[in-house]
């Protein structure tokens, strides 16, 4: 896209993609604030609204499709509840308390979490439990408020399967009864339950003193400047903006509509126990949206690579926690001094993203 608007020659009328690949091509988009106005009717949240906007004061892209992350329970371990824990209104304090009393009755632990090499475990410290405790991801890495997160997770992960470094996805030891809870992506979860819907439950991620940090995976649709065929293009994003072709995308994809729309009640139960928790997630008290990173390229990888690392350290090798996070957190800003991209969200958008 940034070669055919250098060149002048755009052969291109429309682009999809995630938030963070769109947003760095914000000055080659076509402003589209009036087909939003055309489709204000559809229900876009304002937070979502916000985001197509990527910093400016314009909106750059509409809305597509979304994904997040929750949790997948089993409902044998419901037995070992504590008592005043809301399993659809989990905090972390509860969350661990549940961990460690499935722990004591099952004689092993049966809470897990995708550790594995290609497990996105990374997005958990990203987009949950440091926005929940902390309020920010980048900014707030390593203040007091981290600190306490991540000794939170230590104690966490002695409540956990030490089989978890071994998963990518959680849907295969969730089926073969190995974990009972666990976080994931919506996408990863949809197998889970198979062809016993009823015997499982999906619920929001806990939330924190500073609320329920949540990650959202928002999918755009944007027209390059200059682009061909601008009326063609309209017409694809009208379509696609449609409720019945939202929940189309729902049932092929597990990417859930960004439409307010009535659910169809023969969804498949996996993603029917999904639509309700992530609904709820959203929509819930003290929900502090969180994206992955923006802006960093080939770099993204590095990046994520550092929260993996504390957990590394800090989890697996039992370390100190403020020493790895002022280590990391040096690191880090080198990463984003040479970037020099601003901040995302739960962090405010500023012309400069570091740690503090």
Known sequence: MKSQTSAKNVRTSLLGGLHGELAPLSESLEEVDGILRDLSGRGFTKEMLELTKVGGSNSKYIPWMQATYV?????????????????????????????????QAAGRPV????????????????????PSFTGGQITTFRNPDAVTAWTYMQELWTNMAPASTNYDAMQEP?????????????????????????????VPAPRGPKGRGYMLIVAGLAIPKGGKDRDLAEQAIRGLAEPLTQVETLRRNA???????????????AIALEA????????????????????LGTKEGEVSQIFKNCFQEICLNNAS????????????????????VPCWAPDPISTKCEVA
């Open 255 to 269: 990417f859930f509509p960004v439409v307010q729309t009535e659910l169809p009640t023969d969804l498949t139960g």
């Open 321 to 340: 926690v403020q020493p790895v996070l002022d280590r990391q957190a040096a690191e880090l800003n080198t990463i984003l001094k040479a970037l020099n």
């Open 111 to 130: 809470f897990g979490m995708p550790a594995g090499p290609k497990g996105l475990h990374h997005r958990f410290y990203q987009g949950f439990l440091l």
């Open 276 to 295: 309700v928790a992530v609904r709820r997630q959203q929509r819930s008290a003290g929900a502090l949206l969180a994206l992955p990173p923006v802006g």
């Open 174 to 202: 969730l089926a073969r009864g190995e974990v009972l809870v666990a976080w994931d992506h919506v996408a990863r979860l949809v197998n889970a339950p198979a062809s016993k819907p009823d015997d499982w439950l999906m």
């Open 71 to 103: 949790v997948a329970v089993n409902k044998k371990a419901l037995e070992w509840l504590p008592s005043g824990v809301d399993v659809n209104d989990l905090t972390y304090e509860g969350f661990l308390a549940w961990a460690k009393a499935a722990k």
